[in-house]
């Protein structure tokens, strides 16, 4: 079960405008497709023409190397199913009246539903969570389940492509769930293939296999969502700066996007300050430090850390190591270059344990080769050392001429003698 989409240097044009531009991609039977792109990218349109709503201008669409301008309606309605955004109930009829539309293709002119199909709009009902509906009107439904209700009939149609055109756009967070891990069942379950426009991309990571990017009207990029979804990529369609990462809780990949926060009036002589990472502590500090303008590095950290985020958001110099493991000797020359070529060196409230103590004794040698070190909450640290040896070190290092600070506020005071006091405040 399942087709092959190929589509073929497709065109499309609204008023003389392209929408789609030789848009070519190929959907192999039993994928469960994203298709991704900001507003206007063509993901609409584009689900339109395979579903026969809109005749391209140009190129071509084939299922299973058939061309599908040639199929007739019927032949096509029963090789596709269609779920749209919204769907208009202007007529009174029943949900149970609904999902047996699912079985008009199979029926000849003037002929009446048999058994078979009224077992399989029960079935669909079931399979949906619709059953307990099926005499109400559907024009008094809800949103989400008026939307259960058209996917009940695209099941009951025993479709081998499934189209859902942006299915969960006016939807709470449980409604959108369950209408996707339907989807994910008829594809995994019965091998049916799937595309569907998706505004939210971590939603879509989260349910789907396989993606594809729009940008005006092109394929941008298709495949698995690391070959699909980066910070390049979503940028490129979307205009906007952008950071992936996996989720903590089930490792998916997942984007954080967020408008640059304006940064402070700089000066010529920016200060060059090397952060020693990482996880969320330490990002007040480096937050407030880059409103500064300063030339910030960050390291060393994981892959996956929150410091490490903000470092590549903003292009900062980072230095990358494995999780729980000590730095290598090429890790350790490359954290010590950063911190030699910086101006001073900042240790913010962050935990301590048995990986980051050669990081402490590494600050320990820029210090002794006069380079300026600021430790935030040195009070604290006792309390985040989790190693029981990093206290020694750090009250060693304070001996050794680093300066200890209360909060992030006294350290832009140092950095910036002449600031104002809304730094304090920010601290």
């Not at 009224?118 to 389940?145: C, F, N, P, Q, Y």
């Not at 019965?190 to 009207?217: E, K, M, P, Q």
């Not at 470092?311 to 020359?333: C, K, L, Q, Y």
């Amino acid at each position: 079960m399942g087709l092959n989409i190929d589509v073929q240097g497709l065109k499309f044009t609204y008023d003389a405008h392209p929408v789609l531009d030789a848009t070519e991609f190929v959907v192999q039977h039993g994928d469960l497709v994203a298709l991704l792109g900001a507003n206007g990218a063509g993901k609409s349109t584009l689900l339109r023409c395979i579903s026969r709503i809109l005749k391209p201008t140009g190129g071509h669409i084939l299922l299973d190397g058939s061309e599908l301008q040639q199929l007739s309606s019927k032949e096509a309605a029963r090789l596709m199913a269609v779920v749209p955004q919204e769907t208009a109930a202007d007529f009174d009829f029943t949900v149970e009246e609904i999902v047996m539309m699912g079985r008009f293709p199979y029926l000849k002119r003037f002929q009446k539903e048999e058994q078979q199909d009224r077992d399989l709009v029960k079935w669909s009902m079931e399979m949906t969570g619709v059953s307990h509906l099926a005499h109400r009107s559907i024009a008094a439904l809800s949103g989400g389940e008026k939307q259960r209700v058209i996917m009940a009939r695209a099941v009951c149609q025993q479709p081998e492509v499934l189209i859902l055109d942006e299915p969960t756009a006016n939807l709470d967070i449980g409604y959108q769930s369950m209408l996707l891990e339907l989807a994910a069942r008829l594809n995994r379950d019965y091998g049916v293939t799937v595309i569907a426009a998706i505004h939210d991309i971590n939603l879509a990571v989260h349910h789907f296999n396989r993606f594809i990017l729009l940008s005006g009207g092109r394929v941008l990029a298709t495949g698995r969502a690391e070959e699909v979804i980066t910070a390049e990529n979503i940028q490129m369609s979307y205009g906007v700066p952008a950071s992936t990462y996996r989720h903590p809780l089930h490792g998916v990949l997942q984007i954080s996007v967020a408008r640059r926060q304006p940064r402070g009036v700089c000066n010529n002589d920016e200060r060059a300050i090397h952060v020693i990472g990482g996880g969320e502590e330490a990002l007040p500090t480096l937050e407030l430090l880059n409103q500064k303008c300063c030339r910030l590095s960050v390291g060393p950290v994981s892959a996956q850390d929150s410091s490490c985020r903000f470092a590549h958001f903003n292009g900062f110099p980072v230095i990358i190591v494995p999780p729980f493991t000590t730095m290598s000797s090429e890790h350790r020359e490359e954290h010590l270059k950063l911190m030699r070529s910086a101006e001073a060196v900042v240790i913010p409230p962050i935990p301590f344990g048995e990986g980051n103590l050669a990081v402490v004794a590494e600050v320990g040698t820029v210090l002794k080769e006069g380079k300026a070190v600021y430790i935030i909450d040195l009070e604290g640290v006792e309390g985040r050392d989790y190693s029981g040896k990093a206290f020694p070190l750090i009250q060693n290092l304070v001996g050794e001429g680093a300066v200890a600070l209360k909060n992030s506020g006294e350290l832009l005071k140092v950095i910036f003698p002449d600031g104002d006091e809304e730094d304090e405040r920010k601290s």
